[in-house]
DNA sequence: GATTTCGATTTTATCGTTCAACATGCCATT
DNA sequence: AATGGCATGTTGAACGATAAAATCGAAATC
């Protein structure tokens, strides 16, 4: 029976530890390490003692000495942006809950930080990496032209990103619902439900969500043979409620007004709910509209929305980043994975009268 | 000039060593641990060179290292929940914002976890804070007889709680806001505007904010005497959007309706909105209702609402925590902090018509 | 002139863990 | 009988930083 020779002494968090264990066990540091991360290696008797001991004195493995033995703290970093105003919810919560979700699956941790806008975020990043705070980040809504893919890559940060640049994007890793295939999607459920002059209320262009789904729109719209012609029904503002409601009525005004509207978001959705109950229209057979994002507003007033297969994203995107990151050079070195997902529409009142 | 006797190797995270720096600058380690923690300690010669080589090699001190070495990890544990189906907007966001904003400003940062219960939260707290991950927590939304304080007390645990319990709160360290004074504060705007019969929207008994915000409408109608002999014009449900909207309906169908309601939240505040809507009123001048939280959809709508001090409820919490959890002790032992905050009246249109 | 004081810097020890290398004993090959 | 492999353990050396103690020279004091 071998002796550490250092005295066992209480750790600073109140917690046991791995010499503690290993003196009350009878056996090395090394023997109670490979109990815990190696059991194969360890007889089952001696195993079974030293996990006994490990549950009388309630040790736990002490992460951050762990993090700087193996150099890697399974730490992932992401942003948190201001809750904006006027926007009735976005799925920037929903996609923070399901990367803490499937980081703990791996054994990782989110760490969140703020900051003002896309290039202090990209700085942040590095800082956090090079102190060796988080292995990696997640990135959030990319726009076309954003710098942070180059900026991290340039300095050396493993990232994955929610959404993608315009050029350059096969560079760097990604997961991107394919917008415009879900308004594509929201033309479709219109059309088949009778619909043929079908209008869309979305952002000022400039932005890759934005365009993409206006695009879809375009396109599904020009597939069914419903743009010969007639005027396009398609109005821009900003992504907010009342620039929804304000839209909604705009389109409502025209000589041939839609009889069903495809909104860029849940928000700009909403708004345009609203519009149509100003004008005493009923929701769902005078008029339907469908939103984008499947957010818990749409739910609570029964508007068809599209729904973002978040928890999908979330996982492909920790996974990456966990190989990424992981000490497998061989592993690390591979090509940059390139994931584009489709949404699925949610109908509701808003589009079915029935529901 | 003295030299290290290891060669300098390069860092994992690609980043500088304090060993390189020392080298490259030809002074000790720990001198340039001084120049960075402990300045005055060190000649001016010296800390300039020593900061100029920082630079030079983009040089930033291995947090996790240093976590090791001081046995504090500068990281707060915060449960993120999953959002709520059919609620408009919760605080939770904003709150989490605030943290980790003020987070920032004392060198902390802020690491979310998931936790399908409140027990399971209290373990993982407990596993995160005995495995060195944070070096403390903060609960959200603490109810009358919640487990968590205590529980975590018992683990030794350092945390602040967002909210009180019934029973103990002198125990630990808690910063709340007023709900009762909220809801007072909304039947003084409403009786200011001329309004008596002045309805309450609230959850089911059994929650500590619900119960306080519907304490605070009673007494104030009491005190204005607005109680007598009338039918008390309360009702309770659940906290979704179709339920104040029902609820809202239900009250407009009483003998003598209310002209004002006070709603316990802006998801059951924008539910009222809608029934009031379906029935053609004319809100803020028919009809007033005040939610409660000031969510996006609040200002999007024009619903007034009360705004809880977020920003200055974070900025507490996380000053108090850092406190609990230095390494001061004689400011650890210190008495717990205990402090109750002022919601404010924002008003819009839905009270105020011109607005 | 010897001693003390003090500022500036270095040396030593340590935080709790895991990696790499090396013992040891036992069994199957050769 | 020597060799190699496998299972099981142990030991020394990191990982990168900081606290505490030790060193050293110069100035101040006795």
């Given at each position: ?16 530890t ?36 490990i549950?009388?004195l ?8 762990r ?6 703290p ?33 054994d ?20 956090l ?12 809504d990319?726009t076309?032209?954003d ?10 940060v ?5 959404g993608?640049?315009?050029?350059g ?7 991107d619902v394919?917008n ?19 209008g ?5 262009e ?18 069914h ?12 503002g900003?992504?907010?409620?009342s ?7 705009e ?10 509207v ?9 708004g345009?709910?609203?519009?149509v ?29 599209l ?15 966990v190989r990424l ?12 994975m ?18």
């Open positions: 029976m071998a002796r550490e020779s250092g005295r066992a002494r209480s750790a600073a968090g109140g917690s046991a791995i010499l503690q264990v290993a003196e009350a066990a009878g056996v090395s540091r090394q023997t109670v390490s490979n109990v815990i991360n190696a059991p194969h290696r360890v007889r089952q008797e001696t195993r079974e003692r030293v996990e006994r001991v549950g009388e309630g040790y736990h493995p002490n992460r951050v000495a993090w700087l033995r193996v150099s890697s399974g730490m992932i970093g992401y942003r948190i942006r201001p809750v904006a105003e006027e926007s009735v919810a976005s799925i920037h919560d929903r996609f923070l809950h399901t990367l803490a979700e499937f980081g703990e699956a791996s990782h941790h989110v760490l969140v930080f703020t900051a003002s806008d896309t290039e202090e975020e990209a700085d942040r990043c590095t800082a990496c090079r102190t060796g705070t988080v292995s990696g980040v997640v990135l959030y990319l076309p032209y710098t942070r893919p180059d900026r991290l890559t340039a300095a050396g493993p990232f994955v990103a929610f993608r640049t315009a050029a994007a096969d560079r760097y890793s990604w997961v394919d415009s295939a879900g308004t594509a999607i929201a033309v479709d459920h219109l059309v088949a439900a009778g619909h043929r002059r079908i869309f209320i979305g952002w000022p400039g932005s890759s969500v934005g365009d993409a789904r206006a695009r879809g729109w375009l396109e599904a719209m020009d597939r043979g419903l743009l010969a012609g007639s005027h396009r029904l398609d109005v821009r900003p992504d907010t409620m620039s929804g409601t304000r839209l909604m009525s389109l409502l005004d025209r000589p041939s007004p839609p009889t069903g495809v909104a860029a978001t849940d928000t700009l959705g909403v345009a709910l609203h519009a109950r100003d004008r005493g229209l009923l929701l769902g057979r005078d008029i339907a509209v469908v939103g984008f994002d499947d957010t818990p507003a749409a739910s609570a007033l029964g508007l068809t929305s729904r973002q297969p978040i928890e999908e994203v979330g996982q492909l995107i920790i996974t990456e980043l990151t992981g000490r497998d050079t061989e592993d690390a070195a591979a090509a940059p390139n994931r584009l997902l489709e949404p699925d529409l949610v109908a509701r009142a808003s589009t079915v009268p029935g529901r």
